[in-house]
């Protein structure tokens, strides 16, 4: 998730109580829900770098707890006040567990399990960046000062706004719990329906849903066969098979070019992160003879408007002349 709900979460979590667990608890509940993503240093190296690096060990069950305590001895040693090292641990604990769990609701993904494995594991139910998500937490962050406004001539002073701040955020964290409930069962629909159906005369191999930003009832599904893959829409709303019109990517013919193209440090990288790959392979005009071998990840676009993709240019030769990745469509260098 953006570090702004990860941000929210964490105060939501100090105000619901954690905040009596140790002095400056607030403060490391917000930097403790952030704390895993301080691997975006990474970015400095470049895309292929952070694609590498971003979401890898600071995001695992084993990093929990040194990130936890990490956390903890920063706002003790920065601040230069005392804090309850169990209470706080505890706490520090709580917020970096609650960025790792809503990093795993998204289709992105995180690799949890490191350094045992690598593998990437998502739930595939919320965006990125949810808008929905945002509208909760925009509500219970302004909750206690709207009703403080509202009940200042029956609850006075600090007390009446401490009380006010904790109901608001016990019903923000209980609402994107059921929020994120309801985006599993719609998740499952939204499978089941892709799966129920026949493309061109065959059953699918696998099946994603992802979320619209807005629309909770609308799901972009990506379905995978032998030799396509089709990309359509589904409103849970309106889940009429016959209104489906897919988008169809082919798959290409194995060729050597594709075979070199893997050994490119890029396109080597990219292949450990790309959960839908999709080849495409075209004549490359600025060099004679040459390949120009891409590879998208169809959780994030497609050939038609990429997202995630990787690319390297073979030439006659077999040799491969330039490489690159990229968050958009990128150039070879």
């Known amino acids: 998730m953006d570090n702004l709900t990860h941000t929210a979460i964490g105060l939501f979590l100090a105000r619901a109580g954690l905040k009596r667990l140790s002095p400056r608890a607030t403060g490391i509940l917000l930097l403790a829900a952030n704390a895993p993503d301080c691997d975006v240093v990474s970015w400095f190296g470049g895309s292929l770098t952070y694609l590498r690096y971003h979401?890898?060990?600071?995001?695992?069950?084993?990093a929990l707890p040194v990130m936890a305590l990490v956390t903890v001895a920063l706002i003790r040693f920065a601040g230069r006040k005392p804090v309850h090292w169990p209470g706080a641990f505890a706490a520090a604990c709580i917020g970096v567990g609650s960025h790792l769990l809503l990093d795993w609701t998204n289709i992105y993904g995180i690799r949890m399990l490191l350094p045992f494995s690598g593998s990437w594991l998502r739930l595939?139910?919320?965006?990125?960046i949810d808008l929905w998500i945002w509208a909760i937490c925009l509500l219970g962050i302004v909750g206690p000062f709207l009703s403080r406004l509202v009940g200042s001539e029956i609850t006075s002073g600090a007390a009446g706004a401490r009380n006010h701040g904790r109901a608001s955020a016990i019903?923000?964290?209980?609402?994107?719990?059921?929020?994120?409930?309801?985006r599993g069962v719609m998740h499952a629909r939204a499978v089941a329906t892709l799966s129920s159906r026949l493309y061109e005369g065959g059953l699918p191999m696998r099946v994603?849903?992802?979320?619209?930003?807005?629309?909770?009832?609308?799901?972009?599904?990506?379905?995978?066969?032998?030799g396509s893959f089709f990309v359509e829409d589904v409103n849970l709303a309106w889940p009429d098979p016959s209104e489906a019109r897919p988008a169809v990517f082919r798959k290409p013919d194995p060729e050597p070019a594709i075979e070199v193209a893997r050994q490119s440090e890029a396109i080597r990288a990219f292949l450990?992160?790309?959960?839908?790959?999709?080849?495409r392979v075209t004549p490359w005009t600025e060099m004679e003879n040459s390949r120009l071998v891409e590879l998208f990840d169809m959780?994030?676009?497609?050939?038609?408007?990429?997202?995630?993709?990787?690319?390297?240019?073979?030439?006659g030769n077999g040799q491969i002349v330039r490489s690159s990745f990229g968050f958009g469509t990128p150039r070879p260098r």
């Open 55 to 62: 979401r890898h060990i600071t995001h695992s069950l084993v």
């Open 124 to 128: 595939d139910t919320t965006n990125i």
């Open 171 to 182: 019903v923000a964290l209980l609402f994107i719990l059921l929020w994120d409930s309801a």
């Open 208 to 226: 994603m849903a992802s979320p619209d930003a807005a629309n909770p009832f609308l799901w972009r599904g990506v379905v995978e066969t032998q």
């Open 272 to 279: 450990e992160f790309a959960q839908y790959p999709l080849w």
């Open 299 to 315: 959780r994030f676009g497609s050939p038609a408007a990429p997202g995630f993709m990787a690319s390297a240019v073979v030439n």
